[in-house]
Every structure is written in C-alpha cells, then in structure tokens.
C-alpha cells in the first residue's frame, strides 16, 4: 500500500524490450533505495511495480503487457522524471489517502491555469471512471493523493496544485494532451458500487 505523498522524483535511466515484457531502470531520489530489497514495492508513477534488481538507487522493474497496456509507463523514455513512493510501512504517517498503485486509467491533461502561487490543472475523466469522481473527494494522479476541485457533468475535473506538490512530483511539468495515472478512491468505489447493486436488487424485485 502506499499514502499518496511522494517522497521524490526519480529519473528513467534504461528502457530495455525484452520478449514479453520492457524491463525498465530507475535511478530513485538520493537516499530512497537505502534498505530496498528483491520483491519490493515502489511506486513509479502511481503504479505499484515490483523490484526485480537493482544497484544504490537504481533499480530495475519489468513491465508486463497489460502494465503498458493501462498505464502511462510505456510511453516513458530515457531521461523522463517520475513520482517515486516506497510502499508504506506499519506506523507511517498516512498525510494523503490509501493507494494500491493499482492504476484504474489514464486521463489527458486538457486545460491548465497559472497562478502566482498554485497551479489548477484540468483532466478529462473515461467514462468508466466517472461515477467515482466527486468535488472535495480523492484521487490519485500519478501516485499523488490530491483532492477534487471542480467536477462537471462532461467528465472533465480539476485539481489544485500548492507550491510543494510542484516542487516535489512531476505534475506541474505536464503539458496539455499528456496523460497521468488515475487510481480511484477506493472507498468510494465501494460505497458506489454497493449502493448501485442494492438498488438494482430493489428495483428489479430481488430481496
């Protein structure tokens, strides 16, 4: 599990095609591989990826077809920043809200505004998403926990950007029509999709 509180960017420092899969290298935040073992979970990007080898901080995960296939990961390439998280320990302070790094989608950036001292950037929600995204709710951006600005009825919602989340994460260097990661809250699809089995149950005669 992770909290949603990026610890650091790393930086992609291999991309390798292998039969199956696309073995990638990164080098984590000075400092973040420290006890880091075989097996372990980091999240890059929002996605919760297993350690397969690595060396200091740099640190190989492999991409299988259907992480490439759901996520933004396949279209990183060599330099490219990420949001880095190491999975949660027992006692750790939990500052944002539970992720699995289990990405629901990707969203396209579609509108952004400027500000003195925050950034409001604007993404496009799929459909399937959509029931789960409520103003003042959570959701995770490219591992980040963040609350729900504004949401409207098209699908498109935005979030609030403070100096030290640009600071830290790679959200703030997003350009329009880039896409990020998006894990829903996982109470709220819960609480959604029981209240929509229950009145399926109710409306169509079931007990």
Same mark, same amino acid.
């Given at each position: 599990?992770?909290?949603?509180?990026?610890?650091?960017?790393?930086?992609?420092? @291999?991309? !390798? =095609?292998?039969?199956? /899969?696309?073995?990638?290298? &990164?080098?984590?935040? !000075?400092?973040?591989?420290?006890?880091?073992?075989?097996? @372990?979970? &980091?999240?890059?990007?929002?996605?919760?990826?297993?350690?397969? %080898?690595?060396?200091?901080?740099?640190?190989?995960?492999?991409?299988?077809?259907?992480?490439?296939?759901?996520?933004?990961?396949?279209?990183? %390439? $060599?330099?490219?920043? &990420?949001?880095?998280?190491?999975?949660?320990? $027992?006692? =750790?302070?939990?500052?944002?809200? /539970?992720?699995?790094?289990? *990405? #629901?989608?990707?969203?396209?950036?579609? +509108?952004?505004?400027?500000?003195?001292?925050?950034?409001? /950037?604007?993404?496009? +929600?799929?459909?399937?998403?959509?029931?789960?995204?409520?103003?003042?709710?959570? *959701?995770?951006? =490219?591992?980040? #926990? $963040?609350?729900?600005?504004?949401?409207?009825?098209?699908?498109?919602? #935005? *979030?609030? /950007?403070?100096?030290?989340?640009?600071? &830290?994460?790679? $959200?703030?260097?997003? @350009?329009?029509? !880039?896409?990020?990661?998006?894990? +829903? =809250? +996982?109470?709220?699809?819960?609480?959604?999709?029981?209240? !929509?089995?229950?009145?399926?149950?109710?409306?169509?005669?079931?007990?």
């Amino acid at each position: 599990m992770f909290t949603g509180i990026v610890q650091g960017r790393g930086q992609v420092a @291999a991309v !390798e =095609d292998r039969p199956g /899969l696309r073995r990638l290298r &990164v080098r984590l935040p !000075e400092g973040r591989g420290a006890g880091l073992q075989i097996g @372990a979970s &980091v999240s890059i990007d929002g996605v919760c990826l297993t350690a397969v %080898a690595f060396e200091g901080d740099a640190v190989d995960f492999d991409l299988i077809a259907e992480t490439l296939a759901r996520t933004s990961l396949g279209g990183l %390439a $060599l330099g490219a920043a &990420v949001n880095i998280e190491r999975a949660a320990r $027992l006692g =750790d302070e939990l500052g944002g809200h /539970l992720l699995s790094g289990h *990405v #629901s989608a990707t969203a396209p950036l579609v +509108a952004r505004i400027d500000d003195e001292n925050n950034v409001e /950037l604007q993404f496009l +929600a799929p459909v399937e998403l959509r029931p789960y995204l409520f103003e003042k709710g959570y *959701v995770g951006l =490219d591992g980040c #926990s $963040l609350t729900l600005g504004r949401v409207l009825d098209d699908g498109r919602f #935005s *979030v609030h /950007l403070i100096p030290e989340t640009l600071r &830290v994460t790679t $959200l703030g260097q997003k @350009a329009i029509g !880039e896409r990020v990661n998006v894990e +829903a =809250d +996982a109470m709220t699809v819960a609480v959604v999709q029981t209240t !929509e089995a229950t009145l399926a149950r109710r409306l169509g005669g079931g007990a």
